[in-house]
């Protein structure tokens, strides 16, 4: 079974710093790793995903992530933030190569990004 | 192309009293899932279909009934609501058997007095 930790439950940051939300998962198969982000009153919509490849992994609104294997993290960063970042973002893990119904991807409990002018 | 629609948006329901929400998806997507979201706790997944007819138990279950008749609707029952079940609950779908991702409806809030 796989599980997700994501290490800061908010994250306050000002308008054009850099921001990192830290994710580290655990599993004992391969993995194939998401970010989402919540904006107030929405569902969750895909940010992001590592399926293989390049480690590094380019997503929506300037967000980019690194998947690190031997430190079992996928943090996600961006170089400047904008008052429209502030949202909740959700890790998310799976396992590699499953098929049938056991596509069952665990969340991480969330990282409210707080972006202040 | 609505995607993922929920209905309803918010219900105000009295304890014991019994609801349906109705998520309904025109991707053709296999997979559906039920979703519940509380402050501090993230996503936690109630029950999930793999296809239409049927469906399996996910981490918190309990007070719960789902139903997949269609394809297209995955039906969410509390039979007899608790205030404990108060929460925003969230469905998802995803196309079988591909490495896509989840698409989410946009919610809904219950209350549970």
């Known amino acids: 079974a796989q599980s997700v930790t994501q290490l800061d439950s908010q994250v306050p940051v000002f308008e054009e710093a850099p921001v990192e939300l830290r994710c580290n998962y655990s599993?004992?198969?391969?993995?194939?790793l998401f970010w989402y982000v919540q904006y107030p009153n929405q569902g969750l919509q895909l940010l992001l995903k590592?399926?293989?490849?390049?480690?590094l992994v380019k997503g929506i609104n300037g967000f980019e992530a690194e998947f690190n294997k031997s430190q079992t993290s996928f943090h996600l960063r961006k170089p400047s933030v904008h008052i429209s970042d502030t949202a909740e973002y959700f890790c998310?893990?799976?396992?590699?190569?499953?098929?049938?119904?056991?596509?069952?991807?665990?969340f991480g409990r969330g990282t409210s990004l707080i972006v202040h002018p | 192309n609505a995607g993922v629609t929920q209905t309803p948006k918010f219900r105000v329901l009295k304890t014991g009293q019994s609801m349906t929400l109705l998520c309904a998806q025109d991707?053709?997507?296999?997979?559906m899932y039920w979703y519940r979201q509380d402050p501090g706790m993230g996503l936690r997944l109630i029950h999930y279909?793999?296809?239409?007819?049927?469906?399996a138990k996910g981490e918190v279950p309990d007070g719960y009934n789902v139903s997949r008749l269609k394809k297209q609707n995955f039906l969410l029952g509390l039979e007899s609501a608790a205030p404990s079940q108060t929460s925003v609950y969230f469905c998802?779908?995803?196309?079988?058997?591909?490495?896509?991702?989840?698409?989410f409806g946009p919610g809904t809030r219950l209350t549970v007095l």
């Open positions: 991707m053709n997507h296999e997979y």
């Open positions: 279909s793999v296809g239409e007819g049927t469906t």
């Open positions: 599993s004992s198969v391969s993995v194939y």
């Open positions: 998802a779908s995803r196309r079988y058997p591909s490495t896509d991702t989840q698409y």
């Open positions: 998310a893990v799976s396992e590699a190569g499953v098929s049938g119904g056991s596509y069952i991807p665990t």
């Open positions: 590592y399926l293989s490849g390049s480690t």
